[in-house]
């Protein structure tokens, strides 16, 4: 029987950090998907949602508690509107971040930086160590 744990993130950024590499961050394991049950908060809601259905935005004028950081939203409307209104470079679905761009939120600037990466990221990096792409 697999022992359940629970981990409580201070923004979505570091979260994503754990999942994508469990064991840098001490003696865990990166179990399939369907072991993991993620919630979010609704950026506008304040209400509990299932991370991987969430809608995400990047490179907005509005920071998290680490900085620059997904937003995340439980329809794709929401996330249109709050990418609108300040001033988003993209919308992503869970399963389209990677640890790559992850990491590249801490590196970057709101200046338009963030779109070359993702193409960058999904024209074949995601094979890369994070440390030969930043």
Do not use: R
């Amino acid at each position: 029987m697999v022992k359940k744990m629970s981990h409580a993130f201070d923004g979505v950024k570091d979260l994503l950090k754990f999942y994508h590499n469990p064991s840098k961050w001490g003696n865990y394991t990166k179990l399939n998907d369907e072991a993991y049950t993620i919630l979010v908060s609704d950026y506008y809601t304040q209400e509990a949602i299932d991370g991987k259905k969430a809608f995400y935005v990047i490179g907005s004028d509005t920071y998290g508690p680490m900085g620059k950081e997904f937003i995340p939203f439980a329809t794709l409307k929401s996330a249109q509107t709050f990418l609108k209104d300040h001033k988003g470079s993209e919308i992503l679905s869970f399963d389209k971040i990677s640890e790559v761009l992850v990491y590249a939120q801490d590196k970057l600037s709101n200046e338009g930086l963030l779109k070359p990466l993702i193409k960058l990221v999904s024209d074949e990096v995601l094979n890369s160590s994070v440390e030969n792409v930043i």
